[in-house]
């Protein structure tokens, strides 16, 4: 059934430790609430976004890529505190209407962390007229320039930049207006209906939403501490002024918007208006630079004459169960076209060889290949031992080939660089990964934020049995003094922890993930500075694989490098 309304502007736990909902808790929602669409824009990221548009296709739910951009008050290269003590930004809701513009969206938040950054990842104008192709713009929550600027009684200003962000995009802008009970924005929607009329601009409303239902307000108030380093007590902490940041229905949107002209019909002609399709299932492999003066230069006939050679190499005689085995592996791997990513894997672990830096002999299913031993990526003779290729590649089974190569830890950044000089800085990245609150974190978590002492939450915490992976709903099955303690003193904690349990609670670096686009990373994923300075990919290593980007594992295993130092002595 299509839905009269369709909420634009919600944040899921990818907004860190803001989003008090999973992206299956909000598509979950979304899909109770009987709409066919909604939009996701996480605050200055876009983290969530192969999850989430994966979840929605699933349930019958159109999803909406979009993010909560911050927009500097100047340029983006401008980093000096204000006068006033803020930030220097405002907020501004970007959607995607096509894949041009989720290619600027990636383009936009990717520098916003490498460029703007200044306590939030920020953009400015000058990129805005660079990349507003494709995308759909929404002035924002009270904190966006124009409501600011109005409450601030300065109306020109708050003209002039409605009259830059129409013109930037064009027949795509909309005047946002929200309604959580909050004196200002009852304000604003008063302001809003104002400047739409004298500038002929649509109006547009939404809710804004972090949590999934009204009850969640006080868990996610809790992970607002959490975020904050604050305790829940502390007055000067920072707050929501309601508990209505959820996904409300139709009706309650109606009811608070009916006045507003258009502003509930808008956001179905937004959502009507969009359409976009991730490429999943196809593989965007980089070129392998094929030496000029090789015999072909067709990756597929270059790896069967390094095949050939290695293979001599290795056994001295050329038998017919050689011939037939490595033209069997040989045979799938074309047909499955992955002959670049062996010449590329072969390439950097020769390259570590050569400048000896320690290899280790290969890892897992990869040793089972022929085609991976001839051509010194593994050292394991699978002829000897009898070992299956299918283990490691099954053209019933099609996935990425998946080789973990262990390097010497404190020389694996040198093999990094190398991939980089290869194909190029912009093209090479390492990859993101998200720690989640899982039993125990959480329990510790949300005790400290309501004040109990370090004594009392250890103990609780240590009720909860250490079985992997264990949820708080099994531990509560299975431990009756945590039951006791969950109904009893610590029941607010206990509470508290099972919605906020299993959340995003930081991001960090894989250890071993590196990532080579075909070209500039940025076409295909967006970019994320950690606060220490590192670069990595804003998607986590199952979205990079579902877009079919080559992910390789470089791990750093001090073993090899005690042993390399212990045969240098």
Same mark, same amino acid.
């Given at each position: 059934?299509?839905?009269?309304?369709?909420?634009?502007?919600?944040?899921?736990?990818?907004?860190?430790?803001?989003?008090?909902?999973?992206?299956?808790?909000?598509?979950?929602?979304?899909?109770?609430?009987?709409?066919?669409?909604?939009?996701?824009?996480?605050?200055?990221?876009?983290?969530?976004?192969?999850?989430?548009?994966?979840?929605? &296709?699933?349930?019958?739910?159109?999803?909406?890529?979009?993010?909560?951009?911050?927009?500097?008050?100047?340029?983006?290269?401008? &980093?000096?505190?204000?006068?006033?003590?803020?930030?220097?930004?405002?907020?501004?809701?970007?959607?995607?209407?096509?894949?041009?513009?989720?290619?600027?969206?990636?383009?936009?938040?990717?520098?916003?962390?490498?460029?703007?950054?200044?306590?939030?990842?920020?953009?400015?104008?000058?990129?805005?007229?660079?990349?507003?192709?494709?995308?759909?713009?929404?002035?924002?929550?009270?904190?966006?320039?124009?409501?600011?600027?109005?409450?601030?009684?300065?109306?020109?200003?708050?003209?002039?930049?409605?009259?830059?962000?129409?013109?930037?995009?064009?027949?795509?802008?909309?005047?946002?207006?929200?309604?959580?009970?909050?004196?200002?924005?009852?304000?604003?929607?008063?302001?809003?209906?104002?400047?739409?009329?004298?500038?002929?601009?649509?109006?547009?409303?939404?809710?804004?939403?972090?949590?999934?239902?009204?009850?969640?307000?006080?868990?996610?108030?809790?992970?607002?501490?959490?975020?904050?380093?604050?305790?829940?007590?502390?007055?000067?902490?920072?707050?929501?002024?309601?508990?209505?940041?959820?996904?409300?229905?139709?009706?309650?949107?109606?009811?608070?918007?009916?006045?507003?002209?258009?502003?509930?019909?808008?956001?179905?002609?937004?959502?009507?208006?969009?359409?976009?399709?991730?490429?999943?299932?196809?593989?965007?492999?980089?070129?392998?630079?094929?030496?000029?003066?090789?015999?072909?230069?067709?990756?597929?006939?270059?790896?069967?004459?390094?095949?050939?050679?290695?293979?001599?190499?290795?056994?001295?005689?050329?038998?017919?169960?050689?011939?037939?085995?490595?033209?069997?592996?040989?045979?799938?791997?074309?047909?499955?076209?992955?002959?670049?990513?062996?010449?590329?894997?072969?390439?950097?672990?020769?390259?570590? &060889?050569?400048?000896?830096?320690?290899?280790?002999?290969?890892?897992?299913?990869?040793?089972?290949?022929?085609?991976?031993?001839?051509?010194?990526?593994?050292?394991?003779?699978?002829?000897?031992?009898?070992?299956?290729?299918?283990?490691?590649?099954?053209?019933?089974?099609?996935?990425?080939?998946?080789?973990?190569?262990?390097?010497?830890?404190?020389?694996?950044?040198?093999?990094?660089?190398?991939?980089?000089?290869?194909?190029?800085?912009?093209?090479?990245?390492?990859?993101?990964?998200?720690?989640?609150?899982?039993?125990?974190?959480?329990?510790?978590?949300?005790?400290?934020?309501?004040?109990?002492?370090?004594?009392?939450?250890?103990?609780?915490?240590?009720?909860?049995?250490?079985?992997?992976?264990?949820?708080?709903?099994?531990?509560?099955?299975?431990?009756?003094?945590?039951?006791?303690?969950?109904?009893?003193?610590?029941?607010?904690?206990?509470?508290?922890?099972?919605?906020?349990?299993?959340?995003?609670?930081?991001?960090?670096?894989?250890?071993?993930?590196?990532?080579?686009?075909?070209?500039?990373?940025?076409?295909?994923?967006?970019?994320?500075?950690?606060?220490?300075?590192?670069?990595?990919?804003?998607?986590?290593?199952?979205?990079?694989?579902?877009?079919?980007?080559?992910?390789?594992?470089?791990?750093?295993?001090?073993?090899?490098?005690?042993?390399?130092?212990?045969?240098?002595?």
């Amino acid at each position: 059934m299509t839905s009269e309304f369709v909420h634009l502007h919600n944040h899921s736990d990818y907004s860190l430790l803001d989003g008090a909902q999973t992206v299956q808790t909000l598509v979950n929602t979304i899909d109770d609430l009987g709409m066919d669409s909604v939009a996701l824009t996480e605050h200055g990221n876009m983290f969530s976004v192969i999850p989430y548009y994966k979840s929605a &296709k699933k349930a019958g739910v159109k999803p909406i890529i979009g993010c909560e951009t911050y927009v500097a008050m100047g340029s983006r290269f401008d &980093k000096k505190p204000r006068s006033d003590g803020g930030w220097g930004n405002n907020h501004l809701v970007l959607l995607a209407q096509n894949y041009k513009g989720y290619q600027n969206l990636m383009k936009l938040v990717t520098h916003g962390y490498l460029e703007g950054f200044y306590y939030r990842p920020r953009i400015d104008m000058e990129l805005l007229k660079k990349h507003s192709e494709g995308i759909i713009c929404l002035s924002g929550c009270l904190k966006g320039e124009i409501p600011e600027k109005m409450l601030r009684d300065d109306w020109t200003g708050a003209q002039e930049a409605a009259l830059r962000f129409a013109e930037i995009f064009n027949g795509r802008f909309y005047l946002e207006v929200q309604n959580h009970g909050i004196p200002d924005e009852i304000q604003n929607i008063r302001n809003m209906k104002k400047l739409a009329a004298e500038l002929n601009l649509p109006l547009v409303c939404t809710n804004d939403a972090h949590y999934a239902k009204h009850e969640h307000w006080e868990a996610h108030d809790v992970h607002i501490c959490l975020g904050t380093g604050k305790e829940r007590d502390d007055p000067n902490r920072l707050r929501y002024a309601t508990p209505e940041f959820y996904f409300k229905t139709q009706d309650q949107m109606y009811e608070m918007f009916k006045n507003v002209p258009n502003a509930i019909e808008n956001t179905r002609k937004i959502a009507d208006s969009i359409d976009i399709e991730l490429p999943m299932g196809d593989y965007h492999l980089p070129k392998f630079p094929i030496p000029q003066d090789a015999p072909s230069i067709n990756p597929d006939d270059y790896l069967k004459i390094l095949c050939k050679q290695g293979v001599q190499d290795l056994y001295g005689d050329y038998t017919p169960e050689l011939d037939s085995r490595l033209e069997h592996e040989l045979k799938v791997i074309q047909k499955m076209g992955f002959a670049g990513y062996f010449l590329i894997t072969a390439d950097f672990v020769k390259y570590a &060889k050569d400048n000896a830096i320690p290899v280790g002999p290969g890892r897992g299913s990869a040793a089972g290949s022929l085609v991976s031993y001839s051509l010194g990526i593994t050292t394991i003779d699978p002829m000897r031992h009898q070992l299956l290729f299918e283990r490691f590649l099954n053209p019933d089974r099609i996935s990425m080939p998946d080789i973990d190569i262990d390097f010497c830890i404190e020389r694996r950044g040198e093999v990094i660089d190398y991939i980089k000089d290869q194909y190029g800085e912009n093209s090479v990245t390492q990859i993101i990964t998200f720690g989640k609150m899982k039993a125990r974190q959480v329990v510790r978590d949300v005790g400290r934020v309501l004040g109990y002492s370090f004594g009392e939450i250890d103990r609780l915490a240590k009720m909860i049995p250490t079985t992997l992976n264990i949820t708080l709903d099994e531990a509560l099955a299975q431990s009756p003094e945590l039951k006791e303690a969950a109904e009893g003193q610590f029941k607010e904690v206990i509470d508290y922890s099972k919605v906020l349990e299993g959340m995003n609670r930081h991001a960090s670096i894989h250890a071993a993930g590196v990532v080579i686009a075909p070209g500039d990373l940025t076409d295909y994923v967006p970019l994320y500075r950690s606060p220490q300075g590192d670069i990595t990919s804003q998607y986590d290593m199952k979205g990079l694989e579902e877009l079919g980007l080559l992910k390789l594992d470089f791990l750093g295993l001090r073993n090899l490098t005690v042993i390399d130092n212990a045969m240098k002595l």
